[in-house]
């Protein structure tokens, strides 16, 4: 959750990319809505999944070498980028940056940017100058394009590869999805995945048409399983997928690269997901990460690793240790100044403030709001302009949510302190097809012109699962603020005598050290370590 002063329509980072009047929401309005899902993960807060719309006059085949084309399907692809998706891209560029963290400013850009531009090449699409390609400020494992060559990485998932060809192979799959015109097959509504969005639907719907939009929402309210995220999820069929696995390993042989690297990738993004939700404590049925939902990450290592059989160029070149003194000292995690996840705590040293999720409660930090996720129901952290009048602030944080049209107006606004802070809150009720819903929002005035608030979803009465993390708002102090620090990878030598346990214990986290180690560095437990082998560690760095 980004922190930045307030501007004519909210702060920076805070306001909706999909409204009508942003780049993005004409983009959206422009393609009908249609969108292009990205290769991950999950993020709370604000987030949109951009259409590739690639308008092509004509279309080609992917050049194949003689032995790869015996073997592999033969696939259409564009073979230009016109100028209506450069414009489209041009204007949504700007904001989807904005909702990803902006771009990362460390030495690790331009080498990105290189990989990206040879891989994305490889597709015929254009030459390097037609593809900007922006290694982005996200601690979420993503990856994807749209139209007019724009190609994105977050330096979380870079910083879970191991080499430049995996890099290459990641990139080179979101290209292959723009070159098939995959989205142009797809007929997708234009999908927030935020709480947020849905929330507008479901107090829209109830308030509106009786709770018509209700239905989509019912299965998640019976299993006491709101994981919004995942309803909102626009991922590419199954053989769009493969299809954009073979592109991606096609791309990797005729740049040169080993074509194994897209399986490796794919068996390390498999595992960081099932370690994603052993500390979510979901078990596996977490939202995949990386378009993981078609088909199965197991499936499409096998998958990967058939296709870069066929292909041939198995076995060349890596280039892990360029890879790696790239990737050594960039950041890992989340940003302290966007706000940091510390077990069920969200600590944020800039707006000095920090709460505690209900026990059993997943934290995820996104650019634009913290959301709160379990069994019993779901709620963001977020912030909203702030003149000095709190009924007018949760009124219009109500109406935003249930849609501009909305005839929400809470009429019993409760006034109360919560740690020496000013805090008011008022709760809505709207029948479902399931049974009524409770909306909830809980706000606090920090200043005369800030403040902060929650907005919360439940069944009818259940509000009070999240009692206890309304009540755990405070101030940080100002030694507590300065005592948050972000993590980076480092890079090390195996020395002798290190071992996996006593290299874990490095990590700069409280639990799970060995299974983070290994998932990121895609060993096993018995894997034998030798001298001088390079291995990624995550160390506590300073602001």
């Known amino acids: 959750m980004r922190c930045a002063a307030f501007r004519a329509n909210g702060p920076k980072g805070m306001n909706d990319i999909t409204r009508c009047g942003s780049p993005v929401g004409r983009f959206l309005r422009k393609n009908k809505g249609r969108t292009m899902a990205n290769l991950g993960g999950k993020r709370g807060g604000y987030r949109v999944k951009f259409a590739a719309l690639l308008a092509a006059t004509t279309l080609g085949a992917i050049s194949l070498t003689p032995s790869a084309q015996a073997q592999l399907k033969r696939i259409a692809t564009a073979n230009s980028i016109t100028a209506q998706e450069k414009q489209q891209g041009a204007e949504a560029h700007p904001q989807l940056m904005q909702e990803f963290g902006g771009a990362y400013t460390g030495r690790q850009s331009p080498y990105v940017v290189q ?3 040879n891989i994305a090449m490889q597709s015929g699409l254009g030459n390097a100058r037609d593809f900007t390609v922006t290694l982005l400020n996200s601690p979420v494992n993503n990856a994807f394009a749209i139209p007019g060559g724009y190609i994105y990485v977050t330096r979380q998932l870079m910083a879970l590869m191991n080499d430049e060809a995996e890099l290459a192979g990641v990139l080179g799959h979101e290209v292959g999805h723009v070159a098939a015109q995959h989205s142009k097959k797809r007929q997708s509504a234009a999908t927030r995945n935020t709480i947020l969005g849905v929330l507008g639907a479901v107090v829209g719907g109830a308030m509106g048409d009786g ?3 209700l239905g989509g929402l019912g299965g998640l309210l019976q299993n006491n399983a709101m994981k919004v995220a995942q309803l909102a999820t626009l991922g590419f069929s199954r053989s769009q997928e493969l299809q954009a696995d073979q592109l991606g390993v096609q791309y990797l042989l005729s740049a040169g690269y080993d074509t194994g690297a897209l399986a490796t990738m794919l068996a390390s993004l498999a595992n960081q997901t099932a370690l994603d939700a ?9 939202v995949p990460a990386w378009a993981s939902t078609h088909p199965d990450p197991a499936s499409r290592v096998r998958n990967a690793e058939t296709l870069a059989n066929r292909a041939g160029g ?3 070149k890596r280039n892990a240790d360029a890879f790696l003194a790239q990737v050594n000292g960039m950041t890992y995690g989340d940003d302290p100044a966007q706000g940091v996840v510390e077990g069920q705590n969200f600590i944020h040293p800039d707006m000095k403030l920090r709460f505690t999720a209900p026990s059993g409660y997943g934290l995820q930090n996104g650019t634009a709001a913290v959301t709160v996720s379990g069994n019993g129901g779901q709620a963001q952290f977020s912030m909203a302009p702030y003149n000095g009048d709190m009924n007018a602030y949760i009124t219009n944080v109500m109406r935003a949510v249930a849609g501009k049209d909305s005839k929400v107006t809470p009429t019993n606004i409760q006034r109360t302190t919560v740690n020496g802070i000013p805090a008011s809150y008022a709760s809505v009720r709207a029948n479902s097809q399931s049974g009524a819903v409770d909306l ?12 902060y608030h929650f907005v919360a979803l439940t069944k009818a009465g259940g509000a009070g699962v999240f009692n206890s993390m309304f009540q755990s708002v405070r101030r940080l102090s100002n030694a507590e603020a300065s005592a948050v620090r972000p993590r980076r990878v480092e890079v090390v030598s195996v020395k002798s ?3 996996i346990a006593s290299l874990s214990r490095r990590m700069a986290y409280d639990d799970l050290q060995q299974d983070r180690f290994l998932v990121l560095n895609r060993l096993a437990s018995n894997a034998r370590l030798s001298a001088g082998q390079k291995v990624k560690i995550v160390t506590y760095g300073t602001r």
């Open 497 to 499: 005598g290190d071992t």
């Open 440 to 451: 909830t929002v809980f706000a606090y005035e920090f200043s005369g012109n800030q403040a």
């Open 211 to 213: 709770g018509g939009l």
């Open 115 to 117: 990989v990206g531009q």
């Open 278 to 286: 052993r500390l979510a404590g979901t078990g596996n049925n977490s």
């Open 314 to 316: 198995t076995g060349r």
